[in-house]
């Protein structure tokens, strides 16, 4: 059957976005509003191997409490025998992506998106939500992927290593107790640093190496590099 008459719930399906360890995501378009949607369809019995069935309850859970512009949406779970199947917002692409066929981008390019970013992230903050960045066609950030999210009670301190360790601040590396906002700052900085400069600061193929990149000596920043960066961050185009 070609992949246009495949149907899920009240969405025909379109192609294949993407195939992880668990399931795919595709994309797929409302059968009456021609509203387009990505549909992550997770394997039940793929999850329960690898035991993974908490986090995607956890980003189900999260995607549920979160309301945002620059969040992503959860229209509907769809659920099936063998299958969860998340109804989310249709982004369209990656910001590391852009980036990578755009080049670094210009200050003001670069100050629209940060300003996104860490409004969400503020945002996730105070519902105590401590995750990948999407653009929409119009070129604004979502926030996306909260399977390695972690929810932060008070006085509380995560444990667990998340996401890409090219973002990962030192204290996560290193296996320290953190409190979990400081983190998603570090890797804000980061994320600024590539958008700027259109690459990363941490990198190497080998993953001691990078650890000890990212560890190195820190005298901090100058008075007139924190004027500048705040500059940045509030100053309007």
């Not at 070609?2 to 025909?12: D, R, W």
């Not at 917002?89 to 590391?96: D, P, Q, S, T, V």
């Not at 903050?125 to 990948?132: G, S």
């Not at 399977?147 to 990962?168: E, H, Q, R, V, W």
């Amino acid at each position: 059957m070609a992949s246009n008459k495949i149907k899920i719930g009240q969405y025909n399906v379109l192609q294949t976005l993407g195939v992880g360890s668990f399931g795919k995501v595709k994309l797929a378009v409302h059968s009456i509003t021609g509203h387009k949607v990505a549909l992550k369809i997770i394997n039940r019995k793929k999850i329960a191997n690898l035991d993974m069935a908490g986090r995607v309850k956890r980003e189900i859970q999260y995607l549920k409490l979160l309301r945002h512009p620059h969040i992503i949406k959860l229209y509907e779970v769809i659920t099936t025998p063998t299958d969860i199947i998340m109804v989310i917002e249709y982004a369209g692409g990656e910001l590391f992506n852009y980036i990578v066929e755009k080049g670094r981008m210009s200050e003001d390019d670069a100050r629209r998106f940060f300003q996104q970013i860490i409004c969400a992230v503020e945002y996730c903050h105070r519902h105590k939500i401590v995750h990948r960045l999407l653009l929409d066609p119009y070129q604004n950030v979502k926030i996306a992927d909260f399977g390695l999210s972690n929810i932060m009670t008070d006085g509380d301190f995560l444990k667990t290593s998340c996401g890409s360790p090219n973002y990962a601040a030192p204290e996560v590396i290193s296996g320290k107790l953190y409190a979990g906002p400081e983190v998603d700052v570090w890797s804000c900085g980061v994320i600024l640093y590539v958008m700027l400069c259109g690459r990363l600061p941490f990198d190497d193929e080998y993953i001691p190496t990078l650890f000890k990149k990212i560890n190195g000596e820190w005298k901090g920043a100058s008075s007139k590099g924190m004027d500048e960066a705040r500059l940045f961050c509030y100053r309007t185009k």
